[in-house]
Structure formats: C-alpha cells, structure tokens
C-alpha cells in the first residue's frame, strides 16, 4: 500500500480540439508546483496521480494549481480484494471523524473477478465490523471511494475541493493595476483562475506616501505569485506624486480623481504593451466609491488604449473581503498605509463626469509627454 493523490479536472473537458494544451499547461504547472517534493506526476484515466511520501506538501502545493476541482489523498494497493479491504481499513484508521460511511465502486477493470455492488459489500461489511461504524447509504457522513483500474487500484474517503478555473497560462498575460488595498489583489487573483499570467503595475507617491504602501504590493504579488508558479511575476512601480501634483491644478477641480486614474490607465497601459500583455485588470466595482459610477468609469475607461477588464464590477465588498481572505490577501490589504489613490483628494469629487469636461481639463497638460516620462522613471521589481 502506497499513499498516492488523485487529482481531478473539470473545465479542461469541455474544451475540443484544444484540450491537450490545456492539459499541457496543467501539467507544467503541476509539475512546478511539485519541485521539490519527491514525487513522480502520471496520466490516468483523465485524471493525475501524484505518487508520494510526501503527501501533505503535495497537497498545499497541488491546492494553488488553477484548473484542478478535486484533490483526493488516496491508498493504492493491489488488485485482489483481500488488499483492498486492507487499504480501506487503513485510510478509515488515518481519517478522522468518521460518524457514517457508504461505499461506491468504480470497476473500469471488468475483468476484475467480482462485479461493483459485490465488492462495495464486502469492503463495507468488512469497514463496519471491524470498526463499528455505521452504514448510511443515503446520508453518509463519509463516502469511501474504491477504484479498481487496470492499471492503479485506489481508495479514497475525502475530497478537497481544488480552485477550479482553468490552467494559469492558456489565456495569455494581462497587467493588473494593483493598489495595497482589498480589491485589485482579488481581481487579479480572478483573471489567473480564468488562465491568466499576470503582471502588476503599482503607483506610488514619494515623499507623500510612506515605504509601507510600496511593501505591501510587493507582499501581495508574491501572495499572488504562488498561484502562478510556472511564470515569473513582475512588479513595475510608477513613482507618480508629481503627476497627481500638476493633474491637481487641472479645473474644475472637483476631476481631479477622474485625471488621475485616465493617466493610470495609460501609463499601466504601455507597461503592459512592454511586458507583452493583452489587457488591463482593475479591482473596481460599480457604485463602490465616487470614482467608480457608471458615468466615471465610462469617462476613465476612454483614455486607455487597451481592453480594461473589471471581473469585480458586479461584487458587494463582502464578496471580495471573503475571497480575499481565502486567498490570503485580505490581512496584508488591511495593514496600515497610505494610499497614492487618495492623494490630493478635492474635497467634493466629481460622481458623474461628462467626457467633454475631462478632455477640456487635460489639454494643458502634454499627456503624452508625462506618460513617457513616468514610465522612463518607472522601476521593476522581479517577484520570486
């Protein structure tokens, strides 16, 4: 008897021709994920074995891998019954809590000797009575789940739930605007379950915002970066004060956030045009602050020259603070900081802007000339 994780895939089978890139990609990513832990990755079946002593490892490592809905620890053993019964014996005793069970059967051998429902009452007769653990056939508090292949026998009890999505890497590369706060973590996050590489661009005020925010940016891309361990992650920084310091003097006033974010969105924009990307990712959400009504994003989302994507728009702020802090974002989100976003704040913000009045407020500014500028002055930081 051999421990072994069954690794399951959903998504990934309803794709046509393409299937076997997706399955492709699956696997580097598995297989990346995996370094460093002795263990040996096999197809079986339209599904992954992972082959380890190691299995609690290979599962926190398996459990970032987009594209996998399931994963089982499982107990391999040899074809005949009497090792079969021995390995369900041995999963029960390493599983806890066990108040019920049930047993189902997958024979893709049929030449195994006995047919499922035989083989399901023998294991579970053997499970009850030697453990004492009731049978519960319609509401079972455990399944135990035997597979008898042709060429890997195996029996589970319990299934982790995977992320799901598909395989980071098989949707190209978009460049995330990231902010040290609670949402564009989370937007991110969301474009790599839909097979997204992703780079970040932060913006960043000297002297008038402290070292933390740029810290924790950095914090976040290498919380966001095990999610993608087969692909680097880049962090471009934008020292962008002295920007938001002459948009400031731009009239009316009251545009100012509008100004900001359009100049954001061009400077992230030809970061993400260096960095071969194919779209902009923000963590906006419609109505949720002053900048982000209909007739605001409408007016920002005009200055840039590439797909914005927003897979937030339609999310309360508890939806976003319960996927971030099951991603493990949302503690490092909430540590202290300032914010470049808030920074020369008027004091009554525009909610629902007209374009004619933003375009009339940056034609004195050249802002063709400040975006080279602020990306000439722009840094990376490469994310391990």
Not at 146 to 161: K, Q, T
Not at 200 to 218: D, H, N
Not at 239 to 266: D, F, H, S, T, W
Request: include cysteine.
């Amino acid at each position: 008897m051999k421990f072994i994780l069954v690794l399951r895939f959903g998504e990934i089978f309803l794709k046509g021709k393409n299937r076997h890139f997706f399955k492709s990609i699956l696997r580097q990513n598995l297989l990346k994920a995996l370094e460093g832990i002795p263990s040996e990755l096999i197809v079986y079946h339209g599904r992954y074995i992972v082959r380890t002593d190691h299995l609690d490892e290979a599962v926190c490592a398996c459990s970032k891998i987009f594209g996998l809905t399931s994963i089982s620890p499982s107990i391999s053993f040899d074809k005949n019954i009497e090792a079969a019964g021995e390995a369900a014996l041995s999963l029960v005793r390493h599983t806890e809590n066990i108040k019920s069970f049930k047993v189902i059967v997958n024979r893709s051998d049929k030449s195994f000797p006995m047919k499922s429902p035989e083989i399901a009452y023998e294991i579970g007769g053997l499970i009850h009575m030697t453990e004492n653990i009731p049978v519960d056939l319609h509401n079972p508090g455990h399944v135990i789940e035997l597979e008898i292949g042709p060429d890997i026998c195996f029996v589970s009890a319990l299934r982790i739930a995977g992320p799901g999505g598909l395989p980071v890497g098989v949707s190209g590369s978009v460049e995330l605007l990231l902010s040290a706060g609670i949402d564009s973590p989370v937007a991110g996050w969301m474009m790599m379950k839909r097979g997204a590489l992703i780079n970040a661009t932060t913006f960043y005020s000297p002297p008038w915002v402290g070292e933390e925010s740029l810290e924790k940016a950095q914090m976040l891309c290498k919380t966001l970066k095990k999610w993608q361990p087969n692909n680097p992650m880049k962090l471009t920084v934008v020292k962008y004060g002295e920007a938001q310091r002459i948009l400031r003097k731009c009239r009316p006033g009251k545009l100012a956030v509008i100004l900001y974010r359009r100049l954001m969105l061009r400077v992230a924009a030809q970061v993400a045009a260096n960095n071969g990307a194919k779209a902009l990712v923000t963590g906006e959400s419609l109505g949720q602050v002053a900048s982000q009504t209909l007739e605001n994003m409408i007016a920002i989302n005009q200055a840039s020259p590439m797909l914005v994507l927003r897979p937030l728009v339609a999310f309360d702020k508890s939806d976003t603070i319960s996927i971030a802090k099951n991603i493990d974002t949302f503690d490092i989100s909430i540590l202290p900081h300032q914010d470049s976003c808030t920074l020369f704040m008027p004091e009554a913000p525009e909610t629902k802007a007209r374009l004619v009045d933003v375009i009339r407020a940056e034609e004195n500014v050249d802002m063709d000339a400040m975006v080279a500028e602020l990306i000439e002055k722009s840094s990376v930081i490469e994310i391990e």
